[in-house]
């Protein structure tokens, strides 16, 4: 009989892995080591867009982490309060329609191919690591003449 570990560490109460984990006895008592835990989450996300029917709150969470977005950046995207995300992953309020497509949306493009997705979600991170700070805009005139600006120092830093 085939021995599954129940995967909760994700945040989700329905992953289940077959192999890919060791089980290991440690000072502080049993412990689970899983192997290269960033494909395998990147697995379960592109299994979560492609599934039929709304996401959990706690599939919603995991995505927008995955993306590597904050509830703030994520309520940006939206045009909603940070609160609003905050409910949504709490439970306390059901993920509009709109707002689970959107989501779905943004990681299959990231994780998918998509350059400008995935450039976007990039500055939106950066952005809110440089919340304040001064950014500098580089901008460079081309062999025709036409204008272009250029990754700033600090974007090319990231």
């Not at 700033?152 to 990231?158: D, G, H, L, R, V």
Request: aromatic fraction near 8%; charge should be neutral.
């Amino acid at each position: 009989m085939t021995e599954y570990y129940h995967y909760t560490e994700c945040g989700l109460d329905n992953v289940w892995l077959v192999n890919g984990y060791l089980r290991k006895e440690t000072a502080y008592g049993s412990g689970v080591s899983v192997k290269n835990a960033k494909d395998l989450h990147e697995a379960i996300g592109l299994e979560l867009i492609n599934k039929a029917g709304p996401l959990s709150n706690k599939e919603f969470r995991f995505l927008r982490v995955l993306l590597n977005l904050s509830q703030t950046n994520l309520a940006a995207i939206h045009g909603v309060k940070e609160g609003t995300i905050s409910n949504w992953e709490r439970g306390a309020t059901t993920i509009p329609k709109s707002d689970d497509s959107m989501l779905r949306v943004c990681f299959a493009a990231a994780k998918q191919g998509d350059t400008q997705i995935a450039i976007l979600l990039k500055r939106i991170n950066y952005l809110e690591q440089a919340h304040y700070a001064a950014q500098k805009l580089v901008v460079a005139e081309t062999n025709s003449g036409h204008w272009e600006t250029l990754a700033s120092p600090q974007e090319q830093a990231a």
